[in-house]
């Protein structure tokens, strides 16, 4: 098992990534979802993250754990997500890219 690439409150890391995660936190949430599925974003990513962004961030912070083979639980994971829900947004971003994918879609290019 391994750890997280980038600390939970290291947000300043890449202040693109931070300014995207925090100014469009659902539409970070629905190309993190796409991206773990390795597919494109498609509408049901935003029918079910409008519907419920906790639940539906608690689940692709859960999936990209164990993609990756991080150490957690789901229940780490619902707390985390209720802890920060931005800088735990900013984290999974910075955890995809660190392993090369692109979660962020055109605003990353």
């Keep these: 098992m391994s750890n997280w690439e980038h600390g939970l409150c290291d947000c300043t890391s890449d202040i693109r990534v931070c300014c995207i995660s925090y100014l469009w936190p659902q539409l970070q949430i629905m190309q993190q979802r796409a991206t773990v599925d390795g597919r494109q974003c498609e509408i049901t990513d935003c029918i079910f993250t409008a519907l419920c962004f906790p639940c539906v961030t ?14 957690g639980s789901g229940v780490m994971d619902c707390l ?15 955890q995809l890219q660190a392993k090369g994918e692109k979660p962020s879609g055109l605003f990353m290019v």
Excluded: D, N
């Excluded at 999936?63 to 150490?71: A, N, S, V």
């Excluded at 985390?80 to 910075?94: D, F, G, S, W």
């Design 80 to 94: 985390t997500v209720c802890y920060c829900t931005l800088c735990t947004i900013h984290q999974q971003t910075m």
């Design 58 to 71: 608690c689940l692709t912070r859960s999936q990209i754990r164990e993609k990756h083979g991080i150490e």
